[in-house]
């Protein structure tokens, strides 16, 4: 078990629903989160169907199976699309449950939606425990799929030197974390202070 620093750089548009903008969402284009870059990986090495079909999330469960840990990748400077149109297949997206059915009869439910996705070039920086999937794979670099539908690219690099990162406090609290938020970007999304390399570190590695 290693700690690798990670520089990321946007390939593609990538959306996920963020941020309310009238008619759709806008993706927060500073933050990638810890969720995203170790499912991305898991599913890089071992397909993507690693994860059993479930009615609602269980990340606690999902994040036992993943031997990775990492902080939130963080970026400045990042820039948003103008506003793309996108339709979601429910049956594909979501299952044909009774659930689903019953919402999509209520009239709140809309099929086509607006999203300013985050644009190519974007960078973003964190720090990831666990094997080093650089050295697994021997190469420098690594492309993942993030954001809905998988639809972004990111290549993955190793950086020599990360002062400093910010976990997601989201993710601690399924471990039973006290690490506290300074902010919040939504419900799974909520950034720590900045926190020492070091110290995130040895964080991370208690969330087991």
Known sequence: MVAVGIQGVSLTPFYYHGLYVPDGSATHPAVITDTALVFALQSLFHGSDWRSPRPTPDYQADLAAIPWRASLLMGEGNFITAPVRHTVDMSREGGFTERIQHNMGSGNYKNTFFVHEVAPGARYEGVLVGPDPFQA?????????????????????????????????????????????????????????????????????RWR
């Open 137 to 205: 794979l021997e190469t420098d670099e690594i492309i993942v799929r993030v954001g809905v539908g998988r639809q972004g690219m990111l290549a993955l690099s190793k950086v020599q030197r990360v002062d400093a990162v910010r976990l997601n406090t989201a993710t601690g609290k399924l471990f039973g974390s006290r690490c506290s938020a300074q902010y919040r970007i939504m419900d799974t999304i909520r950034p720590s202070w900045l926190l020492p390399v070091e110290e995130a570190v040895e964080e991370l590695e």
